[in-house]
Structures are given as C-alpha cells and as structure tokens.
C-alpha cells in the first residue's frame, strides 16, 4: 500500500513541478517582464528549488563521449555485449584515428567494473568510469530497476549475483581485471572464489574498495540496523509491490524511494544545507555552483528498486550469518572458499571517513585469500576520503586512482604472480603514500 501512495503522490505532485519549473524561467529570462521586476531572481530561485525538490528522477546517462588517453581526445561508444534480465554488461569502446595510441590502447589493461546494487544507477560510478578510461579497456555492470522486469523473469536471487559476475567475467576474459566498489564486493569475492575452487582461470587482480566484507569490524549506523533487526523485520516494513502502472507490476521489491529517505536520514542537516546553498546560488547567479549541485543531485536523487530476494539474503548473509567470514556461506550447494584463490593479485581500498563500511571491513578479506601470497596482497587508505570519495572525486583522482592504476599494471603480465616483491615489504601493505606496487 506504500508503494501505492507514494506513486499517488508523485503523479499529484508532477503538475506542480513543471508549473514551478515554468514559473521560475518567467521570473529569469531576460527577454521576459517580470524577470526585471523587484525580487525576482530570489522569486525565480525559490521556484527552481521547489522544482527540484518536487520532480521525479530518472535514471541519467554515463554521458562520456571522449576521455584524454596519452594527451589525444579519444572518441568512447557505449556498447552493450551482454544483455540479462536484471543487467547489462555495458563496454565503453574508444576510437581514435592516431595511429600510436590505438596500438598503445590496444596493450592495456582491460578492467570490468562491478557496480553496486544498493539503491543508486552504475552511473554513480560516472568519474570511476572517465578516470580508467584514460589507461585501461573498461567494462561495466549496469544493473536494472527491478520494477521494469516483469514477472515471468522469475525471481533475482544473491546467488544469481554471483552467476551473473563470473559469466561477465568469463566473456571479458580471464586476463581481465576486477574492481568491486562497495556492495558487490561480497558476492565478487564469492564469484572468484568459487571459480577458483572449480578449477577456472580467476582474473589477474581483483580491487575491493569500501565493501562490508566483514560487517562486524567498526559497524556502522548502516550495518547497525542490518545486525540489530531481524530478518522478518525486514520482510515486513521494507518490502512491497510494485504497482500496476510499471512492466514488473505484483514483483515484491526493496523500493528506491525507501532507500533514498533511507540515505537523506543519514545526513539531514548536510542534504538542508547544501538545498539552501543552491538557493543562494542562483540569487547570487553563481552558475557553476549550482550546476555542480544540479549535477550532484540527479544522480543522487535517481534511485531504483531492487530484487526483494537478493536484499533479503544480502541482509541474512552479510550482515546478520556473516557467511562469508565464517566459511558457512553455500551458494548453489557449493562452498565458498577465499582461501582457494591462488592465481589473482589482491587490493584492498578504504577511505578514512567512510561512514557506510567501517575501518577494517573490507581489509578483511586479506585474512579469508590465504591462498594468494603475502606479496601479492596490498592494502591503502585513503586519507581524508568518505564514502564516496575513494571512487569519485578530487581524491579518488589525485590520490586513489594512481594506487589502482599502478597496481593492474603491475599485475598485467602472466607471469606477474610469480614475480616477487622486494625482500623489505609488507603484506597487506597498509600504505598512506602515493606509490601501490
């Protein structure tokens, strides 16, 4: 019934949205009268912002049609190599007509990206993807709003999560390298592993950054309501139906607009501060300002809801059995077990104040890869990054790119895993500087 109201009142507010978009730009074109009358740039913000506060967010688009790869524009395509019911395996190809930097693009590394899915688009993922574009092929999971894949798809479980990461690691190919950000890297823990344990090629290197690999170290206000509910909890207050005006009418989901009231609780006072700061943006006519705040908010505010199978068991595996850590976690009647990778480099990421997956949870998987060497184990924090600032930003560029960057490299080669480090280093390095590996 929730589901139900909230759609109402989308579809009443819709209207009043668009009149305040209109009558802001009345207030603001210079060619209009009132936009010379007394007050009416603050009239105008005013509008805008409600406009804003009052409309409905769709999902953006990646938007990257050229990145700079060794000092020359190059053009990016999006392609989509793999279509499943709830992803896509999207491939930014890039196309140039210098002949030295295709053949250099050719020789890199190629890199697939596994976006979360906790409640934003992979699009959140937006200045990951741009950065490794520059050094790197790039592919990346770009997962659907449940409410758009009808019923007869059957349901979308975490151990079908994990299918869908090793058969896009399989077309990607097993020279590739994986990055998990947040989320998945759980379920990509379990995919490699599993994969290894059966004998398969795992990927070169595998970077997990900010991911709740073992919930119980430093939780958080987010892992805390995880550990503290129950699971009936969660299948009683937070699941709903989809209603009959989308393709996946009657599909019982975790809704977007939960989990978007859910991230706003988190820091109200930030979210009213950063509105009004819009505000007096537009009054001042500071353009770049709010366009970075419109930029911000589009993606922030266009959220998706997600498969209630894969949230329930992510709530039971991760949060409240703690499976993976615990070596109790079957997935589709097999183990899972980290210490059977042997054949894939390990780098751990964690920003300094991250407020979603506390210090230590995603270091955590260096005590579960006993099988990788200590030499082939790294570890860096990132000094002054939140949450979104190891994989967005100015630090993830300046600071926490160059760690990845350096550290695929490193291990772009088949023989890098046998190829020791220097007799003096540690492992997991637990590193502040600017050099990986």
Known sequence: MLYQLFE??????????EFASASAKLYSHPLSPFAHSPMSQRVSAGLDLMHRLAKDYEKPEFGIRGVEVDGVEVAVQELIPITKPFCR???FKRYTD?????????????????????????????????QLLK?????????????????????????????????????????????SVCQPT??????????????????????????????RKSPTAVNNLAMNRSYSWFENNVIYRVPTNFPAAGRAVYPGFL??????????????????????????????????HRQFYDEYNAVLDMPAEYYLDTIRVVFQDFSLVN??????????????????????????????????????????????????????????????GIFAGRRWRDNVYPEVKNFILKYDRPDALSQPRSANAAAPRNSRSKKSA
């Open 186 to 215: 759980v379920p990509v823990l379990a995919a490699i592993s599993l994969m290894a344990s059966a004998g398969e090629k795992t990927p070169r290197s595998m970077t997990m950054m900010g991911g709740p690999i073992d919930a």
């Open 327 to 388: 070596g109790t976690w079957d997935v589709n009647g097999q183990r899972v077990r980290p210490q059977d990778i042997t054949g894939t480099a390990l780098l751990t990421i964690e920003g300094e104040l991250d407020d979603i997956s506390g210090a230590g949870q995603t270091r955590a998987a260096h005590g579960l890869c006993s099988g990788i060497a200590a030499e082939h184990q790294y570890h860096y924090d990132a000094i002054g990054a939140g949450h979104y």
């Open 8 to 17: 109402t009142q989308r579809a009443l507010m819709s209207p009043f949205s």
């Open 259 to 292: 989990q978007h009231t859910g991230f706003v609780a988190m820091n109200p006072d930030r979210h009213l501060s950063s509105h009004y700061d819009y505000f007096l943006d537009l009054v001042r006519g500071d353009d770049d300002s709010a366009d970075s």
């Open 89 to 91: 395996l999207l491939r």
């Open 135 to 179: 050094d790197h092929k790039v592919f990346i999971t770009d997962w659907t709003d449940a409410r758009m894949v009808p019923l007869e798809e059957g349901a979308f479980h975490l151990d079908d999560y994990i299918s869908y990461v090793q058969d896009f690691i399989r077309h990607v190919g097993p020279d590739c390298h994986v990055i």
């Open 98 to 130: 210098d002949p030295a930097v295709l053949l250099k693009m050719k020789d890199q590394p190629t890199v697939l990206v596994v976006a979360p899915l906790s409640g934003h688009h992979s699009t959140l993922l937006r200045d990951t993807v741009r």
